[in-house]
């Protein structure tokens, strides 16, 4: 079975940087697509980031291009990692933030995976609120 756990929530000010981790682990396959999203209070879930297997494409919503970027490492216990640095943080960033994974045949990967339905696997979420 796929897991997948964020971590790295928490308070920060506006104008702050925070680092968002995702860990991926199970389910035997040889890596993952990786996607951030989001939903803040009475709202919906919306995409924030993605990168694909290797990190070489990545994607980004309009809102957070600039100053949020998402890379892609592996633990020591072999799970498969994806790091949201999230830079000039605003008060609207305050939300839910969810790691999603996809797993192969990856459709999506080559041109980013934008859409809920494209992932297989979603954590818990980590709160993310910025104060002004």
């Known amino acids: 079975q796929v897991q997948v756990v964020e971590s790295g929530g928490g308070l920060v000010q506006a104008g702050a940087s925070l680092r968002l981790s995702c860990a991926v682990s199970?389910?035997?396959?040889?890596?993952?697509?990786i996607g951030w999203f989001r939903q803040a209070p009475g709202k919906e879930r919306e995409f924030v980031a993605h990168?694909?297997?290797?990190?070489?494409?990545?994607?980004?919503?309009d809102s957070v291009k600039g100053r949020f970027s998402i890379s892609r490492g592996v633990a020591k216990n072999g799970a498969h990692l994806a790091h949201l640095q999230m830079n000039s943080v605003k008060t609207e960033d305050t939300a839910v933030y969810f790691c999603?994974?996809?797993?192969?045949?990856?459709?999506?990967?080559?041109?980013?995976?934008?859409?809920?339905?494209?992932?297989?696997?979603w954590g818990q979420g980590t709160q993310v609120t910025v104060s002004s």
């Open positions: 199970g389910g035997g396959f040889s890596n993952y697509g």
């Open positions: 999603a994974a996809e797993v192969p045949p990856w459709y999506c990967s080559d041109s980013g995976c934008y859409y809920e339905h494209e992932y297989d696997y």
């Open positions: 990168s694909n297997w290797n990190g070489e494409i990545t994607a980004y919503a």
